[in-house]
């Protein structure tokens, strides 16, 4: 006779197999991506733009990618492009100002006269490089997956008001590296620059009678703008910061094909278009400027003359770096700004 309560214990037991092999292969399966986040958890890029990307990513791969970030940064700023390359992280953003050398057409982001808002921005340039830059591979060595623009800075006074040039020469400038930092070298001004995050102990600390290269959020946030007596707008900024994120190479090359497609679909243009977020930030701490007394006011004809004469060396340096890519310059210029003009 057959057994079947035997059976029945059997047929349990083969199907407790089979889910805990279903459990097992699904755990299998699943990708978790260590994404070095070298701001602050807290920091707007990382809540309004970053963390929400990650959240998307894993519910649109039904959890089989989950994106992880570190409480505090692996690396130092100007050692992210290497640690992604050399898999010590899966993958990162970084300002791309520490890979000039690296990466020269991305640069342009940067330029004087540029920007309009961190969306534009990203969005257009985002377009400028699938048409104009992706062909010169300056990514080859990590997978770009996309490239942020921060909102525009603006002329931040200790003392009176910068009505010229003239009310820089000789002064002390904190400047961010980079673009900023020239255009004050280049207007005669004694230029202090370090990285963002070292800016508050010598503002702070009187070292400096202005500073420049950082939207209100980050002079803010870097609690800095508590400090300034006035602010000077410039039509399309002095100089503003971008950023890029990539992955690891190997790492992205084994993901199944169905998730980097979900990435690629969530990345590029549509994380840019995330950045309206950082763009509300920027909007939201200049109104609490305004509201605790900073004086805001529009650079005169004049001082804006001023600065795109002193600043086109600056341009011309970036077209001779696009024409040794092998990339027209004026074009994807051109392109960027029309790409990035508000939207009538």
């Known amino acids: 006779m057959f057994d079947f309560s035997r059976r029945r214990r059997c047929r349990r037991g083969l199907f407790l197999a089979a889910a805990l092999f279903v459990l097992a292969a699904g755990a299998q399966a699943a990708t978790t991506l260590v994404i ?7 920091d707007p890029f990382n809540v309004g733009v970053v963390k929400p990307w990650a959240a998307d990513i894993e519910k649109a791969t039904a959890g089989r990618v989950r994106i ?3 409480p505090t940064s692996l690396a130092a700023p100007d050692q992210l492009w290497n640690s992604v390359r050399n898999s010590i992280v899966d993958g990162a953003y970084f300002f791309n100002g520490t ?6 057409l991305v640069q342009m982001a940067h330029l004087p006269f540029t920007s309009t808002s961190a969306r534009a921005n990203s969005i257009a340039l985002w377009r400028t ?10 990514y080859k060595d990590v997978h770009l997956l996309a490239l942020v623009v921060l909102p525009s800075s603006r002329l931040y006074s200790l003392k009176q008001p910068l009505e010229s040039t003239r009310d820089l020469q000789g002064h002390k400038v904190w400047a961010l590296p980079g673009v900023p ?14 990285p963002a995050a070292k800016m508050s102990e010598i503002v702070a600390g009187g070292t400096v009678d202005a500073f420049v290269g ?7 946030g870097f609690k800095v703008i508590r400090y300034a007596k006035s602010a000077t707008t410039i039509p399309g900024g002095i100089g503003t910061a971008s950023f890029s994120l990539v992955i690891n190479k190997q790492k992205w090359d084994s993901l199944p094909k169905a ?12 994380f840019a278009a995330r950045t309206g977020a950082l763009d509300e930030a920027d909007a939201a701490a200049h109104q609490r400027a305004l509201d605790h007394g900073l004086a805001y006011r529009a650079a005169a004809p004049a001082f804006v003359d001023e600065i795109r004469r002193i600043a086109a060396p600056i341009e011309q340096s970036w077209l001779a770096d696009a024409q040794s890519r092998h990339v ?8 960027y700004i029309a790409q990035s003009a508000p939207q009538p």
């Open 68 to 70: 992880q970030f570190p």
């Open 129 to 138: 490089y699938e048409k104009f830059f992706a062909a010169a591979d300056e």
């Open 328 to 335: 027209d310059g004026r074009a994807a210029l051109d392109f």
């Open 181 to 194: 930092a020239k255009v004050m070298e280049l207007a005669k001004a004694g230029v202090v620059s370090t």
């Open 214 to 220: 950082i939207p209100d959020m980050y002079a803010e």
């Open 36 to 42: 070095n986040a070298f701001l602050p958890p807290t």
């Open 99 to 104: 890979v000039q050398g690296q990466l020269k």
């Open 259 to 270: 998730d980097r497609d979900i990435i690629t679909k969530l990345s590029g243009e549509a």
